[in-house]
């Protein structure tokens, strides 16, 4: 389902439980909560910012900023380093 899609789909229902104010209240709690939740984790962020992040650690990657491990055994002597 594309996002228009979806907006078209929420707008929909919204629109069948706009009347009651009961429900109305509990959609809002709902989304504020959604919003709360979104703005807290910083892993969700827009494609485009995905997109810049890949985009600097490529270039990290170029200049030799960048850890890299041959075994697992490596990769658990680093972490265990932290």
């Given at each position: 389902?594309?996002?228009?899609q979806?907006?078209?789909d929420?707008d929909?229902?919204?629109?069948?439980?706009?009347?009651?104010?009961?429900?109305?209240?509990r959609?809002a709690?709902?989304?504020?909560?959604?919003?709360?939740e979104k703005?807290a984790?910083?892993?969700?962020?827009?494609?485009?910012?995905f997109?810049?992040?890949?985009d600097?650690?490529e270039?990290?990657?170029?200049?030799?900023?960048s850890?890299?491990?041959?075994?697992?055994?490596?990769?658990?002597?680093?972490?265990n380093s932290l």
């Amino acid at each position: 389902m594309t996002a228009l899609q979806l907006r078209a789909d929420i707008d929909n229902n919204i629109n069948i439980i706009a009347s009651d104010e009961s429900l109305m209240k509990r959609l809002a709690k709902y989304v504020k909560r959604l919003a709360t939740e979104k703005q807290a984790d910083d892993t969700c962020m827009s494609k485009e910012e995905f997109m810049a992040k890949l985009d600097r650690a490529e270039k990290q990657i170029e200049r030799g900023e960048s850890t890299s491990f041959t075994n697992r055994e490596e990769m658990i002597a680093w972490l265990n380093s932290l």
